[in-house]
């Protein structure tokens, strides 16, 4: 028989179903793959079930239904004060991750140069290279994950076509300060280059970090594209409803590669997350408020559990340092064995490198109820004392 695709077939299954798979063999409380483990709203569970039974159910346009996309212009110009074309320059996905992949199969041209911030989300380099395109890392050490001048002169080159930015960033919880950004788009612009930004954890900022897209530094408007998540905004990861905003010319080739991948979003769905993007500011704020308890909750407790914990300003991830803790085992083995023998899953970090990775860090997900982080709290307290 011929083989598949070569590229794809390279890859293993993805970390994230491993590990939901192993936890669910051990009843493991699963703090490894990063979903929500309530239902989310209960007004958009219920818009979404009105608009079923109301007859929502036939194709919807191709680029998403006027009240989301609408929507999604609005909370651009609410948060981040960006003006915004509703009917040019938004378009709605099958989630994030089918956004990404329309936006790197609509953009890139076999030899391209792709730069990316490792750790990274795992969906992005496979597809890069599906797409016939190279992937250039920076590496971003902890605990920090910080990066110089010098890491994006290695880069960077005139073959750069694109870069791609997960802001704030999966698993490192890392929140981006202007002066990297300003830095980065100084190199975007040296080099004449796109960007598509990831920015599905826009809403799970804590404390005095700040959320600042890239989009709004001088410049960025008519080169970069933002890609946000119902599933994260909502705590709805199952939906997997996306939204992009860009500017018209870069739409119109990304749109072209939704066309073959998904063509539509569920009508429902899509409904209901309009509503969400319309709620009050203090909607968004309760979101990561709440989310900030989870990571301080968990933290304290991996603290006294032994742990070595690392600051992390956003998303739905905190980072344990193994070394640090006096753990001498690499995280991918440290993890298999915390599923079996304390019945708690985490997530290897090196599993978000594609080279150089660093074998001492583990991922934990705290966007859960409190009964769940305190259960896994006590697990690993009884494992580890
Ligand atoms: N990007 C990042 C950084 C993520 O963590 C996720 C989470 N699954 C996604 C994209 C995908 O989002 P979606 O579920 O909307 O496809
Ligand atoms: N984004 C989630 C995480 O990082 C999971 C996504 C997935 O399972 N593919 O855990």
């Known amino acids: 028989m011929k083989a598949g695709n070569s590229t794809l077939s390279a890859y293993g299954t993805t970390i994230f179903e491993v590990m939901s798979r192993l936890a669910a063999q051990h009843q493991a409380v699963n703090l490894g793959q990063g979903f929500p483990d309530g239902n989310g709203p209960p007004d958009l569970v ?24 609408q929507a999604v212009a609005a909370h651009n110009q609410r948060f981040y004060g960006l003006e915004v074309d509703w009917a040019t320059e938004t378009m709605v996905t099958s989630g994030a991750t089918e956004a990404l992949a329309a936006c790197l199969f609509g953009l890139l041209e076999p030899g391209d140069e792709v730069v990316l911030f490792q750790p990274l989300y795992d969906s992005y380099v496979p597809i890069i290279r599906r797409a016939g395109a190279i992937p250039r890392f920076v590496s971003l050490k902890a605990p920090d994950w910080g990066f110089t001048r010098a890491d994006l002169e290695a880069v960077f080159s005139p073959r750069t076509k694109l870069v791609l930015v997960n802001n704030p960033q999966n698993p490192a919880g890392k929140v981006w300060r202007r ?4 830095l980065l788009a ?3 612009l040296a080099h004449d280059t796109l960007a598509v930004c990831d920015e599905v954890y826009e809403h799970l900022v804590f404390g005095d970090a700040k959320h600042i897209p890239l989009m709004t530094l001088p410049g960025m408007r008519e080169r970069t ?13 199952g939906w997997k409803v996306g939204y992009l905003t860009g500017p018209a010319a870069l739409m119109q080739p990304v749109a072209k590669a939704h066309q073959y991948l998904t063509f539509t979003t569920p009508p429902n769905l899509q409904h209901a997350v309009a509503l969400g993007l319309g709620k009050d500011n203090s909607y968004f704020q309760e ?3 709440e989310m900030q308890l989870g990571r301080d909750r968990l933290a304290k407790g991996l603290r006294q559990a032994g742990f070595t914990v690392l600051d992390g300003a956003g998303t739905y991830f905190l980072t344990v340092d193994l070394a640090a803790s ?8 440290f993890c298999q064995r915390m599923v079996v023998e304390a019945g708690v899953a985490a997530i290897p970090i090196s599993a978000f490198f594609e080279q150089d990775a660093p074998k001492h860090l583990i991922r934990f997900c705290f966007c859960k109820k ?4 305190d259960e896994a709290i006590r697990r690993l307290t009884a494992w580890r004392c």
């Open 287 to 289: 979101l990561a408020d």
């Open 225 to 237: 594209i933002r890609i946000g998540s119902a599933g994260k905004s909502f705590s709805l990861t």
């Open 179 to 182: 002066e990297e950004l300003d």
């Open 186 to 188: 100084r190199f975007i």
């Open 370 to 373: 409190a009964e769940t982080l």
């Open 46 to 69: 219920q818009a979404a079930a009105t608009y079923l039974a109301e007859g929502w159910n036939q194709y919807p346009p191709m680029l998403g239904l006027p009240a989301l996309r």
């Open 326 to 333: 006096g753990i001498e085992e690499e995280d991918a083995a």
